[in-house]
């Protein structure tokens, strides 16, 4: 099997989780880049809010999963 197929096959398999992780990524640093800008305020903020988007991303998606494995205990 070659690297080409390896990695299609991976993206096929991870498909939905790539596309959500781009979305997330897309819109965090679309917000912060958004609200830095209109406020104008200093660039270390800037990098902290951005850096501050993979707690955000973790946490996200860590309290889906858990609510998805309640609503799945509830029925």
Not at 25 to 35: N, R
Request: avoid cysteine.
């Amino acid at each position: 099997m070659s690297v080409a197929d390896t990695v299609l096959d991976h993206v096929e398999e991870h498909r939905g989780g790539i596309v959500a992780d781009m979305v997330f990524a897309v819109a965090w640093v679309g917000a912060v880049s958004l609200v830095f800008g209109l406020l104008g305020a200093p660039q270390w903020a800037h990098y902290l809010a951005m850096a501050l988007g993979v707690a955000a991303y973790y946490g996200f998606f860590w309290s889906l999963a858990i609510a998805r494995e309640q609503q799945s205990a509830a029925e």
